[in-house]
C-alpha cells in the first residue's frame, strides 16, 4: 500500500530512552520489517543523537527480519566525538535481538578546498517517462522507458514539502534501499512469490549522502543492478536532482532465491 510523507510521522517518533531511543514499525505481509524503514530510522536517530551534525555515512548490516507492527529499541552507541566528525553505531533490537547494526559517520560540513562533480550526472526530462508503483517511497514515481537488467533511472516525487534537512536525508536512504533487488525481479523474470513470502531482501546497505537535499525538486536515481548468481545480488546507484546535481551514492548487497512455496 502506498504511503504519504504524513503516514511516516510513526517512524519519526523516536522517544528518547537511556540506551537510545524506542522506535514505532509497520506491519507487513510477510511479517519482517521493512529494510528501507529502518534506514529512515537510522539517519534520523543518528542526527538526534548527535545535534550539530549530519550523516555522511551509513553502513547497514540487516541481521535479522524482525516482527513488524511492534516497536523497536534503537541502543546508540559513540565511538568517536570530536569537531569535525563523529562515530555512533546504532543497534535496532527487539527483545534482545539485533534486527540491525549501523555505523554512521557524522560531519560538519566546511568550505569548499575542491569542487568537482563527475560530468556523466546531467538533467533528464523525466516528465515522458512512464508512471509506477512507487513502492515504499511516500509519493510519486516515474521510470525510464531504457530501464531494464543494465541499468535503470527512476524519478521520485512528493506532494508535501520537506522543511527538516533531517528528514529529507533520512528519505534519500529510504529510497536507495529496495532499487537493486526489486529491479532484478522486476526485469530478470523471477516467478511470483506467493503471499506473504519474498524472492529477495537486502543483507547490506552502505548510503553516502553528500549534498544538502531539496526534495521540492524531485530525486533521480540511477540504478546499475550489476551482478546476480549464488542466490545473491549485488549493484550500485546514484541520487541527483533534477538539474543532475549529485546527492549521494548506495551500494546494495542482497539475497535473491527462488520463491519457496507458502
Known amino acids: 500500500m502506498s504511503r504519504t510523507l504524513?503516514?511516516?510521522a510513526p517512524l519519526m517518533d523516536l522517544r528518547p530512552t537511556e540506551t537510545g531511543f524506542r522506535a514505532e514499525t509497520f506491519a507487513?505481509?510477510?511479517?519482517?520489517?521493512?529494510?528501507?524503514?529502518?534506514?529512515?530510522?537510522?539517519?534520523?536517530?543518528?542526527?538526534?543523537?548527535?545535534?550539530g551534525k549530519r550523516v555522511i555515512s551509513l553502513q547497514t548490516i540487516f541481521a535479522n527480519g524482525?516482527?513488524?507492527?511492534?516497536?523497536?529499541?534503537?541502543?546508540?552507541?559513540?565511538?568517536?566525538?570530536?569537531?569535525?566528525?563523529?562515530?555512533?553505531?546504532?543497534?535496532?533490537?527487539?527483545d534482545g535481538v539485533v534486527v540491525s547494526r549501523a555505523l554512521a559517520l557524522m560531519t560538519v560540513d566546511e568550505d569548499d578546498f575542491l569542487r568537482h562533480q563527475s560530468p556523466a550526472a546531467s538533467s533528464v526530462r523525466w516528465q515522458d517517462w512512464t508512471?509506477?508503483?512507487?513502492?515504499?517511497w511516500p509519493g510519486t514515481a516515474k521510470q525510464s522507458p531504457d530501464s531494464g537488467m543494465n541499468g535503470l533511472s527512476v524519478r521520485l516525487g512528493l506532494d508535501e514539502p520537506v522543511t527538516d534537512p533531517s528528514v529529507a536525508r533520512a528519505l534519500?536512504?529510504?529510497?536507495?534501499e529496495?532499487?537493486?533487488?526489486?529491479?532484478f525481479i522486476r526485469f530478470g523474470g523471477v516467478p511470483d512469490a506467493p503471499a506473504g513470502r519474498v524472492p529477495g531482501n537486502v543483507l547490506t546497505q552502505t548510503v553516502t549522502l553528500l549534498e544538502p537535499v531539496d526534495?521540492?525538486?524531485?530525486?533521480?536515481?540511477?540504478?546499475?543492478?550489476?551482478?546476480?548468481?549464488h542466490g545473491r545480488a549485488h549493484g550500485s546507484g546514484l541520487v541527483t536532482d533534477d538539474s543532475g546535481r549529485l546527492l549521494a551514492t548506495f551500494s546494495t548487497t542482497g539475497?535473491?532465491?527462488?520463491p519457496r512455496p507458502a
Request: charged share 15%; aromatic share 6%.
Open 6 to 8: 504524513t503516514d511516516l
Open 28 to 51: 507487513t505481509a510477510h511479517g519482517s520489517i521493512f529494510g528501507a524503514y529502518l534506514l529512515f530510522q537510522q539517519v534520523l536517530a543518528a542526527e538526534r543523537a548527535m545535534p
Open 66 to 94: 524482525g516482527r513488524s507492527g511492534e516497536p523497536i529499541d534503537i541502543v546508540v552507541e559513540t565511538l568517536q566525538e570530536g569537531r569535525s566528525f563523529a562515530s555512533v553505531t546504532l543497534s535496532f533490537t527487539q
Open 131 to 136: 508512471d509506477r508503483d512507487p513502492g515504499l
Open 172 to 176: 534519500v536512504a529510504l529510497c536507495s
Open 178 to 183: 529496495p532499487e537493486v533487488v526489486t529491479s
Open 215 to 229: 526534495l521540492g525538486s524531485g530525486l533521480i536515481l540511477r540504478v546499475d543492478p550489476a551482478y546476480a548468481g
Open 255 to 258: 539475497v535473491l532465491r527462488a
